[in-house]
């Protein structure tokens, strides 16, 4: 899943996104899910859904897609069906310029709930997302988002300065991916605690618990001295 240059070397210097984690498949758990949808009635639609696990800060890349030349009503049926397969928490589109229309259409004619996407300060936010790609906090199911992938792998920042995106590159679906993100509540999740097999751990989490315990009660009693 690395950044690619047309003669198949790895280069992601001057792309927008850094080279992201993919994954054949979906791990188990208990799952959540929201999609962004960067809205296009010239331009393609783009919809990605993005899901984590409890206890897992790690955000999954689903599944993603786009088409050109689509009517309102025909995004909606997509939603629709995106609806009808994951139990999705939020929608969150571009709601501005054209998506306007859009976010109208769902509300009053489909009955659709959606949010309008959170879109100050994108540069802050892409080098955010770009943090969580390093840390492995990102991970894209590969054979699902294909074309996502290649706009995460093309994207290049119009200059050296790297504060635009490049004109002439494909950036719906990598939009609709921030959407999401930005959106996504994994960075909510604990992991689970660690479980305890040796017996010197076990007395001296227990020797811990014991203190912290007499620590909290002799400063409680404190307290009630000076009641």
């Not at 696990?53 to 999954?60: F, L």
């Not at 139990?87 to 949010?115: C, K, N, Y």
């Not at 990102?138 to 004109?167: F, G, Y």
């Not at 930005?182 to 909510?188: G, I």
Request: proline share 4%; hydrophobic share 40%.
């Amino acid at each position: 899943c690395g950044s690619r240059k047309s003669d198949g070397t790895v280069n992601s210097s001057g792309l927008v996104y850094r080279p992201v984690t993919c994954a054949a498949v979906r791990p188990e758990g208990e799952w959540s899910y929201l999609l962004g949808v960067d809205f296009g009635i010239r331009d393609a639609c783009a919809y990605v859904v993005i899901g984590w696990r409890k206890h897992d800060r790690t955000a999954y890349v689903i599944e993603s897609m786009k088409e050109n030349d689509k009517t309102v009503t025909h995004s909606a049926e997509v939603v629709k069906a995106y609806q009808a397969r994951f139990p999705l928490s939020r929608i969150i589109g571009d709601l501005g310029g054209m998506g306007a229309a859009f976010g109208v259409e769902f509300q009053r004619r489909h009955g659709i709930p959606i949010e309008a996407a959170e879109k100050v300060n994108k540069l802050g936010f892409i080098a955010l997302m770009n943090g969580a790609i390093e840390r492995g906090e990102l991970v894209v199911l590969e054979r699902s988002n294909r074309a996502l992938l290649k706009e995460m792998q093309e994207l290049p920042w119009s200059d050296a300065t790297r504060q635009k995106e490049s004109a002439g590159f494909d950036n719906h679906l990598t939009d609709a991916l921030l959407y999401s993100w930005r959106a996504a509540w994994a960075f909510l999740q604990e992991p689970l605690p660690t479980q305890l097999t040796a017996p010197e751990d076990i007395i001296r989490a227990q020797t811990d618990a014991h203190w912290k315990q007499y620590a909290e009660e002799q400063h409680q009693r404190r307290n009630d001295d000076y009641d």
